[in-house]
Nanobody, 122 residues
Framework: VQLQASGGGLVQERGSLRLSCAVS????????MAWFRQTPGKEREFVAG????????IYADSVRGRFTVTRDNAKDTMYLQMNDLKPEDTAVYYC????????????????WGQGTLVTVSS
């Protein structure tokens, strides 16, 4: 199973970006999936998660109301729409698939993408 994250870039404060995570090697519909982010010197931080059918989502307090996680099982892809971006959202964003335990815990995930850098300028 391979995950390919894309869509990162440089954006101004209060701007928007949409990240994508394409999965190959297995059907996305079988997995709970999530986005995490990491900055230098800090642990990987949960951002948003989504269940198999997409009917249930969960967000970190810091992004709730600004970010939206969705999935398209027909395209084997998960998305993260990020609006009203802030400088503190600057990080490398990783997508993860196949949570075996808690959806918000990074160690629960079997598969990871390579990360995509999001930089928000003030």
């Amino acid at each position: 199973v391979q995950l390919q994250a894309s869509g990162g870039g440089l954006v101004q404060e209060r701007g928007s970006l949409r990240l994508s995570c394409a999965v190959s090697g297995h059907a996305v519909r079988d997995y709970r999936m999530a986005w995490f982010r990491q900055t230098p010197g800090k642990e990987r931080e949960f951002v948003a998660g989504i269940t198999w059918g997409g009917g249930s989502t969960i967000y970190a307090d810091s992004v709730r109301g600004r970010f939206t996680v969705t999935r398209d099982n027909a395209k084997d892809t998960m998305y993260l729409q990020m609006n009203d971006l802030k400088p503190e959202d600057t990080a490398v964003y990783y997508c993860a698939a196949h949570a075996t335990m808690h959806i918000t815990t990074s160690t629960s995930y079997a598969y990871w993408g390579q990360g995509t850098l999001v930089t928000v300028s003030s």
